[in-house]
């Protein structure tokens, strides 16, 4: 373990998955995962060149001190997996969002995609997620732990969770409206 900061107590980096890392992990209700372009080019529609995601409906499941998988559903793109195929490292971070025990857990390493259906993981992660959303899940991910890092968490404010979204609320509030199809056009009209 090294310390680093001020205080002593502020970020400590780890080797491998510690056990108090591993119990905020497994009980997180939302982690985000962040990538980057490791060829500094924006993706197919313009996205940018560095990815932060939300994850939620069921939390990732520690494998052993080096590994950890999760699954990922559809929602605003396939970013992360994109960046992971050409070949960019991954942060993970969960944070403790109780107003006990505050800390913010972050996870560096690589990781790989699986398909569900062929993913040794798949099976153990739909069971450990009690079936949370009704969303289907598109993948799994597994990451391959290079360190990690503990920090203070003081910032994050005490939340709580109240539930998994329904698929009706798909956030319009914050899009542009949706296209109407244009009209079909008819049959021409006698000429006039």
Not at 85 to 102: C, I, K, R, W, Y
Request: aromatic share 6%; proline share 10%; glycine share 10%.
């Amino acid at each position: 373990m090294v310390a680093v900061g001020d205080d002593a107590a502020m970020a400590s980096f780890f080797e491998a998955i510690t056990t108090e890392q591993r119990a905020l992990i497994e009980e997180a209700p939302v982690f985000f995962v962040a990538t980057a372009d490791p060829r500094s080019r924006p993706g197919p529609d313009g996205q940018g060149t560095v990815n932060v995601s939300p994850k939620g409906g069921s939390p990732p499941i520690v494998l052993d001190d080096r590994t950890l998988a999760w699954l990922d559903y559809a929602g605003s793109g396939d970013e992360t997996a994109r960046h992971v195929a050409a070949g960019s490292e991954l942060t993970l971070m969960v944070m403790s969002t109780s107003a006990q025990d505050a800390a913010i857990v972050r996870l560096y390493g690589r990781a790989e995609v699986q398909p569900v259906g062929s993913s040794p993981h798949a099976e153990r992660l739909i069971a450990a997620s009690g079936m949370r959303t009704l969303v289907r899940p598109r993948q799994v991910f597994v990451l391959h732990v290079a360190s990690t890092m503990t920090s203070c968490g003081y910032g994050v404010p005490v939340l709580e969770e109240l539930g998994q979204r329904r698929r009706d609320g798909k956030g319009r509030r914050y899009k542009p409206p949706l296209r109407q199809p244009a009209p079909a056009a008819g049959p021409p009209g006698p000429p006039g």
